[in-house]
C-alpha cells in the first residue's frame, strides 16, 4: 500500500528539475582567492614566551580558508558541503562582510565589497541577506516578530509610510506560512521550525537578489526540514534568488542545489554540477563522502574508510591537505598543493585525477 | 524470556503549564544481543525511553504505571543502591555528545579507572590493563598514551570511540546509545556506527539505538520501535519497516527525506507538527496531521494491528488487514483540516 | 482512495498554543514565571512586605512622624536618655525612647531610614549607569577599549569605598569646610558610593554582552547593516537586563550599609541629618550608661532593612536562574 502511496506522491508534486548549470547566467558573487586565518596567540604581552634561554614571539594560527576561488551565477543554488573544521561557515560569514578576509577579494554584482567602508556597504546589504543555523539564537528574545520583521524594512527604505511597512510584513510573513495575528508574540512562543520561517521572512523583506543560508535545516526535525526546504525552493522560483546554500547534509545538496563546491581544511577540493557530481564524484574525500551517507536500502555500513584523523587548521598539513588520509597519495602529494583543474564535470583540486591514477 | 522487558510504561513530568505525558504505554522487548532501534523526532519520547529504563528520570518526571524487567528483575521498583550496581555495569549508556560526557578535568584512565573501581574490586593495575584492552578494542591508536591525556585533546570522533570503550568496559548485557553520532561529521559517523555494530556482534551485546536518522537504523538495527508524541506507532523488522511502511506517519516520514523525492521538485512534508505534550489530541495523537484520518481516529486511540510481521497502532491499517471499508474525512481543496472544526484537535487525551 | 501527502507551505501555520488573543505586557506578567514562583514563596513575599512597609514609612516620614528631630526648638535636653514606652520610666509620647539630646527615637529612625534608602538607591542608579554604559562598550567593541575599561575597573576595586570616602571627605573640609560639607553630604555620598561600585555592573554586563554577541541574531543585525550604537542598546543591551536586577539588591543593601559604616566613622552624615550609621554611632557612648536603646533600636533596623533586601536578591537570583524544568 505504501508503494502506491509514494507513487501517487510522486506524480502530483510539482516537479521542476534542477537548473541545467548550461543554463546558468552572469556571475553575482566572485570569490577569488580567499584566506582566512585566526590568531589563537592572544594579544601582544600573551604571545612572548620564554624559549631556549630567549624572549621569543609566538604567533599561531587557525587556517580557516586557504586559498578559495569560487563563483556564484545568477539564479543557481550553489551548495557548499564538508564536514566541520573544512570553513564553508566561515566562507559564508566572510561573503556577507561579518569577517574580513586576510586574504583575496569578495565582489559582488563586479564591485568588490570586502574592503568597502560600511556607509558604502549599505545599498549591498539590502541586496545580500543571510539566514543562519540556530532557530533560537537568530531572533532576539526581547522583540516581537512584528519588531524583528519592521526593523530591517524601515532601515532600509526608511521613505516607506507606515501602513506600507505593515502591509510588506503582512505579505512576507504570509508567505513562508506564520498568521500575521501572531506578530505581537515573542520568539521563544514558536517553535524551531516556525522561527527559522520568520528568519527566512526577515531576509526576504527588504526584497534581496542574493541569499547566504549557513546550515538552515540541521537543527530542525525531519519532517520540518522538508517544510522549510520546500519553502526555500518556493521563495528562489518566486522571487529569482540566488542561494549559497552551506550544509553537511549531502542527501539535501542532491535535491537542492544547481551546482556543489566540495570543501576540506578550508580548501575547495571539487566543484561541479550536482548531477555529475553525485553520479561520478572525482576527488577521493568526495567519494569518501558520499559512500558514508546512510542510505535506507543499505543493509550494513558500506563505507570508503579514510586513515587517520582530520588534521588540525591550526598546523595545515604540507602539500595537499589531504595527503594524510586519501588511499591514493603520493610523493607529489605530500609536497606539492594541487591547482583547480577543469574536468569535463567541472573543477577538481587533485594530483592523482590530473595525473590520471584515478578515473 | 527476554532480556529486556518494558510493559506499558507510563512516564510524566509535573510541569507548570499542565502535566507532561511524555511515554504513554509504551511495550517493547530486548532479546539477548538483539539490535533495537528506537526512531522518532525531537518530543517524541525516544530518549525519555532510554533514561527510564536506567531510571535516570529525576523529578519533575515520575514513573506513572507499567513496569521494565531485565534478565527477570523488575528495575522500576528497584533500590537506589541495586540500581546503581546495574548502571554502567550489566545496562550502560552512551551520550550524544562526546565532549559533555567526558569529564574535562579528568585524564581518559582515570575516568575508566574509575569506573571499573566503582563496581569491581580490582587494584589499579589490573583496571589499567583492562582499560588498555577495550580502547584496542576500538581500534584507537596508541592507546597508552590515550589513558593519560584529557578530553579536550582528541577529536570528536576519537572521544567517542572511548565512551564506547568505557561503555563496555564491564562488558554490559545492553548498550543503551542517545544518538551518539549526531553530533559528529558523516564520515566519522559512519566509522562509529560501523565499530557499534562490529563490537555488539563480536560480544553478543544488546543495543537500544536512539535516533532520528532513518538510514543509521537501516544499517545497524534488527528491529525499530517508531514513536509519536509518546506513543509506539509502529514497531517490527527494521527492513520491513523501512521498505513497506504502514503507519501514515512513519510513511510520511520517510517520504520527506530527501532521498525519496525527485530532485528539484517539491518534497513531501507531512503539513503541521508534533502537537506539544501537554495538549495532545483525543483519539489518535497523529490525525490533526494524517491525511487519513476518520471519525473514529478523533475518538479511540488505536490498538496495535498486526500487519505482517510488524504491528502497527493505526486505525485504518486495523481496517484493511481486516479487510474492512475505509473512509476518511475528505479534506477540502486546499488539504487543510481533515476535521469540520478546530475544536477536536486541542482535547487533552485521557 | 488514498491522497497524496504533499501539501504546498503556503498554508498559514499555527504556532504551538491554540488562542488567539494576544496577551498584553500586563497580562504577561501576570502569568510570568516571576509572579508564579512569588505567589508560592511565603519568604519572599514577607519580605516584600517588610520592605514596603519600611520604604513607605521612611518616605511618608514627615507626616507620620510624631517629632519633628531635625527642628530645634523642638527638642528639649530635660527629655534625653528617656527609655522605650513600655519599660519603667518611658514615656508614652517617645515611643522607642530618646537619644542623648532629647529627639524622638522613633521619628529619628524614620528620618534616618529615609536618608540611608535614599543613598542606596540615589548610589546604585549612578552605579548603574556609570557601570552597564562601560559594560556595554567594553564587552561590544572589545580590543584596546576593553582592556582599557576592564583595567580602569581593577584598578577601581582596588581602592576600598572607605578610603576614597575619607580622602574625598578631608579635601572637602579643608577646601571648603565642614559645613560646606554638612550641607552636600547626601550628595557626597551618594556619588562617592556610586563612583566607587560601578565596575560590579560594568563586569556584569561585559560577561553577559560577550556571551550575546555570538548570537545569530546579533550577527543578523550586522548583516542587516545596522550601526554598532544601535546594536548594543537596541539589541543586546535589553538581553543583558537580568543580571543587572538581580545584582542590584545586593548593591543597594551594600550601598546602605557603606553608609551606615561612614556615618558611623564620622564620615558621612552630620549629626543635624542623622541616617541609621550616625545614629548608631551617636549612641555608642551611652552604650555603656544603660541607655542601650540609643544603638540597639537603630541597629535593629539597619539589620532587618539589609536583611530583606538580600532575601530578596537570593529569590531574585533563584527565579531568573534559566532552568529547564520548574515543577
Not at chain 1, 610523493?331 to 583543474?341: A, F, K, S, V, W
Not at chain 3, 527629655?79 to 519603667?88: G, I, K, R, T, V
Amino acid at each position: 500500500m505504501s508503494a502506491a502511496i509514494l507513487k501517487d506522491a510522486q506524480s502530483s508534486s510539482q516537479a521542476s528539475p534542477p537548473m541545467d548549470s548550461a543554463e546558468l547566467g552572469e556571475t553575482l558573487v566572485e570569490i577569488r582567492d580567499l584566506e582566512k586565518r585566526f590568531s589563537l596567540s592572544g594579544d601582544f604581552l600573551e604571545q612572548l614566551t620564554f624559549e631556549k634561554g630567549r624572549l621569543r614571539r609566538k604567533q599561531e594560527y587557525v587556517h580557516a580558508i586557504n586559498g578559495v576561488t569560487l563563483d556564484v551565477k545568477r539564479g543557481e543554488a550553489l551548495c557548499v558541503v564538508g564536514e566541520s573544521g573544512c570553513g564553508k561557515s566561515t566562507v559564508a560569514r566572510t561573503v556577507m562582510g561579518l569577517l574580513k578576509p586576510s586574504g583575496g577579494e569578495v565582489r559582488f554584482d563586479g564591485t568588490r565589497i570586502d574592503n568597502m567602508a560600511p556607509r558604502d556597504l549599505l545599498p549591498y546589504r539590502r541586496r545580500m541577506q543571510m539566514i543562519f543555523q540556530n532557530p533560537y539564537a537568530s531572533l532576539n528574545p526581547r522583540m516581537t516578530i512584528q519588531q524583528t520583521l519592521e526593523e530591517p524594512l524601515r532601515f532600509h527604505q526608511p521613505t516607506l509610510k507606515d501602513g506600507e511597512v505593515r502591509d510588506k510584513i503582512e505579505e512576507v510573513m504570509r508567505s513562508v506560512g506564520i498568521d500575521p495575528d501572531w506578530g505581537k508574540r515573542f520568539a521563544h512562543e514558536f517553535s524551531g521550525g516556525q522561527r527559522q520561517r520568520i528568519s527566512i521572512a526577515r531576509a526576504l523583506a527588504v526584497d534581496p537578489e542574493f541569499i547566504v543560508a549557513d546550515e538552515p535545516i540541521s537543527a530542525l526535525d525531519v519532517s520540518i526540514q522538508a517544510q522549510v526546504l520546500n519553502l526555500m525552493m518556493e521563495a528562489q522560483e518566486q522571487r529569482n534568488l540566488t542561494y549559497l546554500f552551506i550544509t553537511h547534509d549531502l542527501a539535501v545538496v542532491e535535491h537542492f542545489g544547481t551546482r556543489v563546491a566540495v570543501m576540506y581544511l578550508g580548501t575547495l577540493c571539487e566543484l561541479a554540477d550536482t548531477r555529475s557530481l553525485f553520479a561520478r564524484p572525482r576527488h577521493p574525500y568526495t567519494q569518501a563522502l558520499m559512500s558514508a551517507i546512510p542510505r535506507l536500502h543499505d543493509d550494513k555500513p558500506n563505507h570508503i574508510r579514510l586513515e587517520g584523523e582530520v588534521p588540525t587548521p591550526v598546523n595545515l598539513p604540507s602539500g595537499c591537505v589531504f595527503h594524510g588520509r586519501c588511499p591514493h597519495a603520493n610523493q607529489r602529494c605530500r609536497t606539492e598543493i594541487p591547482r583547480l583543474i577543469a574536468t569535463d564535470t567541472g573543477q577538481v583540486a587533485c594530483h592523482a585525477v590530473e595525473e590520471g591514477r584515478i578515473d | 524470556m527476554a532480556l529486556l522487558e518494558v510493559n506499558n510504561l507510563d512516564v510524566r513530568f509535573a510541569m507548570r503549564g499542565g502535566e507532561v505525558r511524555a511515554l504513554r504505554d509504551v511495550s517493547f522487548t530486548l532479546e539477548r544481543g538483539e539490535r533495537l532501534g528506537i526512531v522518532g523526532e525531537s518530543g517524541a519520547g525516544k530518549s525519555v525511553a532510554a533514561f527510564t529504563i536506567l531510571n535516570l528520570i529525576a523529578k519533575p518526571g515520575y514513573i506513572a504505571g507499567g513496569e521494565i524487567k531485565f534478565d527477570g528483575e523488575v528495575l522500576n521498583t528497584l533500590k537506589p543502591k541495586a540500581m546503581q550496581s546495574i548502571r554502567g555495569n550489566r545496562i550502560s549508556m552512551i551520550f550524544q555528545d562526546p565532549m559533555m560526557t567526558l569529564n574535562p578535568v579528568l585524564t581518559i584512565g582515570e575516568q575508566m579507572i574509575e569506573c571499573l573501581k566503582a563496581h569491581r574490586r580490582i587494584s589499579r593495575k589490573d583496571a589499567r590493563a583492562i582499560a588498555l584492552h577495550k580502547l584496542n578494542q576500538v581500534f584507537i591508536p596508541s592507546p597508552e598514551k590515550r589513558l593519560d591525556q584529557y578530553p579536550h585533546e582528541l577529536s570528536g570522533g576519537m572521544r567517542q570511540r572511548i565512551i564506547i570503550a568505557i561503555a563496555l568496559l564491564l562488558d554490559p548485557d545492553i548498550i543503551v546509545a542517545d544518538e551518539p553520532t549526531t553530533a559528529l561529521d558523516v564520515t566519522i559517523q559512519a566509522e562509529i556506527m560501523e565499530l557499534l555494530l562490529l563490537l555488539c556482534e563480536k560480544h553478543n551485546v544488546g543495543l537500544i539505538l536512539i535516533t532520528h536518522d532513518l538510514g543509521v537504523v537501516s544499517q545497524v538495527t534488527q528491529r525499530t520501535l517508531v514513536m509519536y508524541a509518546g506513543r509506539v506507532i509502529e514497531q517490527g523488522p527494521t527492513r520491513e519497516i523501512i521498505n513497506d511502511a504502514q503507519h501514515p506517519y512513519t510513511q510520511g516520514l520517510i517520504n520527506a527525506l530527501p532521498q525519496m523525492a525527485t530532485p528539484g521538485s517539491r518534497l513531501n512534508q507531512i503539513r503541521g507538527s508534533m502537537p506539544t505534550l501537554t495538549k495532545i489530541p483525543a483519539g489518535c495523537a497523529f490525525n490533526p496531521r494524517c491525511d487519513f484520518a476518520a471519525n473514529i481516529c478523533l475518538e479511540k486511540v488505536p490498538a496495535f494491528a498486526h500487519s505482517g510481521n510488524c504491528k502497527v497502532a493505526c486505525h485504518m491499517v486495523d481496517a484493511m488487514v481486516a479487510g474492512e471499508r475505509w473512509t476518511p474525512i475528505i479534506t477540502d481543496a486546499n488539504g487543510n483540516g481533515a476535521t469540520p472544526t478546530d475544536n477536536h484537535r486541542t482535547e487533552v487525551n485521557t | 482512495m488514498s491522497q497524496s501527502n504533499t501539501q504546498s507551505s503556503n498554508a498559514p501555520v499555527t504556532p504551538k498554543t491554540s488562542s488567539i488573543v494576544v496577551p498584553g505586557r500586563w497580562q504577561r506578567f501576570r502569568e510570568s514565571y516571576l509572579v508564579y514562583s512569588f505567589k508560592r514563596d511565603w519568604m519572599a513575599q514577607a519580605c516584600l512586605l517588610v520592605f514596603i512597609a519600611m520604604v513607605l514609612g521612611a518616605f511618608l516620614a514627615p507626616w507620620i512622624a510624631p517629632a519633628d528631630p531635625y527642628d530645634l526648638a523642638s527638642i528639649d535636653i530635660m527629655n534625653s536618655e528617656l527609655p522605650p514606652a513600655w519599660m519603667a520610666g518611658g514615656d508614652p509620647a517617645f515611643l522607642l525612647g530618646t537619644d542623648a539630646q532629647g529627639r524622638d527615637l522613633l521619628s529619628t529612625i524614620l528620618y534616618g531610614t529615609r536618608v540611608s534608602l535614599l543613598i542606596g538607591f540615589g548610589a546604585v542608579i549612578l552605579q548603574a549607569l556609570l557601570g552597564v554604559t562601560f559594560g556595554l562598550l567594553a564587552g561590544y567593541l572589545g580590543g584596546r577599549i576593553d582592556a582599557f575599561l576592564m583595567r580602569m575597573a581593577d584598578i577601581q576595586l582596588s581602592f576600598s569605598t572607605l578610603m576614597v570616602a575619607i580622602v574625598v571627605g578631608a579635601i572637602i573640609k579643608a577646601t571648603f569646610g565642614g559645613a560646606a560639607f554638612s550641607d552636600y553630604a547626601l550628595i557626597l555620598l551618594i556619588l562617592i558610593i556610586g563612583l566607587a561600585e560601578w565596575p560590579q555592573y560594568a563586569r556584569t554586563v561585559r560577561a553577559s554582552v560577550l556571551a550575546e554577541k555570538n548570537k545569530e541574531y546579533v550577527d543578523a543585525a550586522r548583516v542587516m547593516g545596522f550601526r554598532s550604537r544601535r546594536i548594543m542598546f537596541r539589541h543586546i543591551l535589553p538581553n543583558t537586563l537580568s543580571p543587572i536586577f538581580v545584582i542590584s539588591t545586593v548593591q543597594i543593601a551594600n550601598a546602605i550599609i557603606s553608609e551606615a559604616a561612614l556615618s558611623f566613622l564620622g564620615l558621612g552624615m552630620p549629626e543635624t541629618q542623622p541616617s541609621l550609621g550616625s545614629l548608631i554611632k551617636s549612641g555608642f557612648d551611652y552604650l555603656q550608661s544603660g541607655s542601650w536603646w540609643i544603638t540597639l533600636i537603630p541597629g535593629g533596623v539597619l539589620i532587618v532593612l539589609v536583611l530583606v533586601i538580600n532575601l530578596l536578591g537570593d529569590w531574585l537570583r533563584d527565579v531568573m536562574n534559566p532552568r529547564l524544568y520548574k515543577g
